[in-house]
């Protein structure tokens, strides 16, 4: 591993932080959320450490501890599901029962809350996992953006359903109900956006909830314990915190679980799954690997794919499932691509993450780093080369981008989701041996496509269409906006994400019916005029 003094330089004196993006002090969580309570925490407690060291007088670097959280086990994550459990009462309890209106009117509550407290979980955005200030503050407003925007699709969902259905002599009201407890566990990388993006949706829908926080993004919820607390009937969400190794199993093994939501990795997600002693009864939506490709045609236009490729590379250091993970490059223009694209990289700041205009910051800890090292040591050593100055080099969990070509099959980066700031490029001359890498791959959520060609992007659309989930064409792969489907093929992803997806996804279809006589008419007319049933209704929710 190349220790760089430049990025090492990087690091602030404690002095050098800036005043206004200084935590007033460590923020140690000593209480949990379970049942309704927050309830005192005086067990173990697992450190929260920064991604950002602060370098000493005499340069040496220390990472800061900016607080702590509870650090459980098996009993508190039983606790946990218990009052899951209890909260949902086999479909009867107040929150699966409530009224759409009512659970949105919860939900306004929360939202008005969290609002309150924005400028307190940005800061912990980004002293937690490095996230640049702009890119902190886009997550928690694009997170209230999608909480108000699933209340709207929610009741849209529940006016289109609020009418009988006559058919064939057969009265019938079909409604969307809850599917039970859900266990969530969101990623590092967008922890309150992509996190929120399964828990609101699946609260909203009536489901009761077991929520664990990512590893790196742990303690910026602790400002939204309240939130939760106060909005919310008791056990309707309850969180746990400890080894997911130790507790998410415990949880899946109890057959309690209805519906397991996870942002993460495939691997991890298979053997989970199989934990559950009724698989058949276990749903799950889960947002898993992807090593999005980006194939450049010889008619781009190498200045556009040039911004795009990098952008789609390298926003927040490379980790976001949505990036470009890999760069296939026809042959006749690679030395010009390389050229620009390592000339546009040169122009990126690397700073700490309230620095203005910064792109570079720190990754999450040093197991990131090292295995960054590790992926361009072994490509070095399988034939290929870094083409920009300074890449691979790093300091602590500072990280400077590496630019590797040309990337082949045998190396680490040909099939490895490298999930940072590492650009894997591979050479083509013929386009089927483009098309063969998304072909072949574990992964199937999205791919870009750069040319100018109607004929060779029209012929190229129809065979990737059944390969990914999304085709870009001249621009970078990403998720938004909400309102379009987000998911993958093969190991990518299962079940599908966008704002009125997510709430078709945490619930299922169920309805009443009778035959159309008078007497069930009148029966019918009875429920809705007197509002015995929360199900049966021709309410408006304005």
Not at 85 to 105: C, F, K, L, N, Q
Not at 178 to 191: A, D, K, Q, R
Not at 301 to 315: F, N, R
Not at 412 to 434: C, H, N, S, W
Request: charge should be negative; glycine fraction near 8%.
């Amino acid at each position: 591993m190349t220790q760089s003094p430049q990025l090492a330089a990087l690091f602030p004196r404690a002095e050098d932080v800036p005043a206004e993006h200084r935590l007033p002090a460590e923020i140690h969580q000593d209480v949990v959320l379970v049942n309704g309570q927050l309830k005192p925490w005086n067990g173990p407690r697992q450190a929260v450490v920064s991604p950002i060291h602060l370098r000493g007088p005499d340069g040496a670097l220390t990472p800061v501890e900016i607080g702590s959280v509870p650090q459980g086990g098996i009993a508190e994550a039983q606790e946990a599901l218990e009052a899951a459990v209890a909260a949902y009462d086999s479909g009867r309890g107040a929150w699966p029962t409530m009224p759409v209106v009512e659970r949105i009117a919860c939900m306004k509550s929360f939202v008005a809350q969290m609002v309150a407290r924005r400028r307190e979980i940005v800061e912990l955005i980004m002293w937690e996992i490095a996230k640049t200030l702009p890119d902190s503050e886009k997550e928690f407003d694009r997170t209230v953006e999608y909480i108000r925007a699933s209340i709207d699709a929610l009741r849209d969902l529940d006016n289109d359903n609020s009418r009988f259905r006559v058919v064939e002599g057969t009265i019938g009201q079909i409604r969307r109900t809850p599917l039970g407890v859900v266990l969530c566990m969101g990623p590092y990388n967008y922890p309150l956006n992509e996190t929120f993006a399964t828990l609101i949706p699946a609260l909203i829908m009536g489901n009761t909830m077991v929520f664990k926080p990512p590893r790196f993004g742990v303690l910026l919820f602790q400002p939204l314990l309240e939130a939760f607390r106060s909005a919310f009937p008791p056990g309707v969400i309850n969180m746990v915190y400890g080894k997911g190794s130790e507790i998410v199993p415990h949880l899946l093994e109890s057959g309690k679980v209805t519906a397991l939501t996870l942002i993460g990795s495939s691997k991890v997600a298979d053997h989970l799954k199989k934990l559950h002693p009724k698989v058949n009864r276990l749903r799950a939506i889960l947002g898993l690997d992807a090593k999005n490709a980006a194939i450049v045609l010889p008619d781009a236009d190498i200045e556009l794919a040039v911004k795009e490729c990098l952008l789609g590379a390298l926003s927040f250091n490379g980790q976001r499932c949505t990036a470009l993970k890999m760069l296939i490059v026809h042959r006749s223009i690679a030395d010009r691509f390389l050229e620009r694209f390592v000339e546009e990289l040169d122009k990126l700041k690397f700073g700490m993450p309230w620095d203005k205009g910064v792109s570079i910051t720190p990754l999450p800890d040093l197991a990131k780093t090292a295995y960054m090292t590790e992926c361009v040591e072994d490509a070095k050593a399988k034939g290929a080369r870094v083409v920009n100055a300074g890449g691979g080099e790093s300091s602590a969990t500072f990280f400077h981008p590496a630019v590797v070509y040309p990337v082949a099959e045998g190396m680490k980066l040909y099939r490895e989701e490298q999930f940072g700031p590492i650009v894997p490029v591979m050479p083509f001359d013929d386009i089927e041996t483009a098309l063969d890498y998304v072909i072949t791959s574990d992964h199937g959520q999205q791919v870009s496509i750069f040319s100018a060609s109607p004929e060779l992007v029209g012929t190229l659309v129809d065979p990737l269409v059944n390969q990914v989930c999304r085709v870009n064409i001249n621009c970078q792969c990403q998720r938004g906006p909400d309102v379009f489907p987000f998911t993958g093929r093969k190991d990518s992803a299962e079940g599908t994400l966008s704002v009125t997806d997510a709430l078709r996804s945490f619930s299922i279809r169920s309805m009443i019916a009778t035959k159309k006589t008078e007497s069930n008419e009148a029966l019918l007319d009875g429920i809705v005029r007197d509002r015995t049933s929360k199900f049966i209704h021709t309410g408006f929710i304005f």
